[in-house]
């Protein structure tokens, strides 16, 4: 597709074009999902005493100074969590949510171990996880596949016990995430269990980049053999680091609405993307914790271009065509996506 012939879209035509094109969201945590309302409805189905008034008491809470100021609130939010029906309500609120935004692919992240800790097993949640992403198929044409993520201020042997746990439901997995706070645990901390994910043919990927240095980013992909970097902002900091992710293509998937809630970057018009992008990388626009962060994935395009002079139609194209591209979907299915995505795209040229 040649770009250029888009330079001179009005703002409204590149507004619609990147809402309503197909596109693909790689970095979304379930349980980043999970909305005030929904906390208040799932603690009232499930008697458990919220220590605040209302939602907007809740949401007046969503004031974080850093990722662990975030964490703390994201590991409560989860206590609401408790039967198959309120895993299932969650994952099909997103799904719904997403399909309004045109995304035709999401590969959401889920964090056993918040589960697990509290007694509630894969048991539970994996019934509902793959129910909802069956009805997202039939009824949304939303395609799905999960990525267990295991938590990184915990031991390596505990994230080894939930990748054994999950053996019986490892036909529904794609892949192995790592996520959680990342200063003070480095990639290699969990060498041997992204190891045996590679030995069960799991896609790797792993937050890298976000608060941690530019090391984290290099050992997820040394050590880890991690596929995806998920955020890897802080790759800026290293030219040499740059000009490999450049070279590999590996995909990072950057979630600007959420490193301005955890003061990763002072604002949105200050987000080192268009960088990244103009360097060469193959960067991806995704939503991380929506129901924390204040917007969904249309919302972080949407804002983003909306301060960024640096971004227009070709950046546009190229941001939707990676997430595409760099999802894990079967290759039949890309190639048709993304033949939609340039029939949308080469209709708007002619219309513009
Ligand atoms: N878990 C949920 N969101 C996260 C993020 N942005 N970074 C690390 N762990 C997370
Ligand atoms: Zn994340």
């Known amino acids: 597709m040649n770009t250029a012939t888009f330079a001179d879209l009005s703002p409204q035509r590149l507004h619609a074009l990147l809402t309503q094109s197909p596109k693909a969201e790689l970095h979304v945590h379930i349980e980043g999902t999970l909305e005030p309302e929904l906390i208040f409805a799932l603690a009232q189905r499930n008697g458990v005493t919220l220590p605040y008034a209302d939602v907007e008491a809740l949401r007046r809470a969503y004031a974080f100074t850093d990722l662990q100021s975030f964490l703390d609130l994201y590991y409560a939010g989860c206590d609401v969590l408790r039967t198959e029906q309120d895993f299932f309500d969650l994952a099909w609120a997103y799904f719904e949510r997403a399909a309004r935004d045109h995304v035709v692919r999401a590969e959401p992240f889920f964090d056993p171990q918040s589960h697990t800790a509290r007694g509630i097993g894969f048991e539970v949640f994996m019934p509902a996880f793959i129910h909802a992403a069956q009805r997202a198929q039939d009824e949304l044409g939303l395609s799905v596949g999960w990525i267990l993520s295991v938590l990184r201020h915990l031991p390596e042997d505990d994230a080894l016990h939930t990748l054994d746990a999950a053996m019986p ?18 990639p290699e901390k969990f060498a041997r269990v992204f190891a045996r994910a590679g030995q ?3 896609h790797r990927v792993a937050h890298a980049g976000e608060e941690g240095p530019p090391e984290y980013v290099r050992s997820a992909l040394d050590v880890l053999g991690a596929q995806r970097i998920d955020h890897g902002v802080r790759a800026s900091e290293d030219a040499e680091l740059m000009q490999r992710l450049a070279r590999e293509q590996t995909p990072l998937t950057v979630c600007p609405l959420s490193n301005v809630r955890l003061c990763v970057v002072p604002d949105l018009a200050q987000h080192n993307l268009p960088q990244l992008l103009a360097a060469g990388l ?30 227009g139609a070709p950046q546009a194209y190229a941001l939707l065509r990676n997430s595409l591209e760099a999802s894990f979907a079967a290759d039949a299915d890309k190639a048709l996506w993304l033949a939609q995505l340039d029939a949308q795209w080469q209709g708007a040229g002619r219309a513009a």
């Open 169 to 186: 439901w490892m036909d529904h997995l794609i892949g192995l995430g790592l996520d959680s706070s990342e200063r003070g645990n480095p």
């Open 282 to 311: 193959k960067v991806t626009v995704n939503s991380d914790d929506p129901a924390y962060f204040g917007g969904y994935v249309n919302d972080n395009l949407t804002q983003l271009f909306a301060v960024q002079p640096a971004l």
């Open 200 to 202: 069960l043919g799991l």
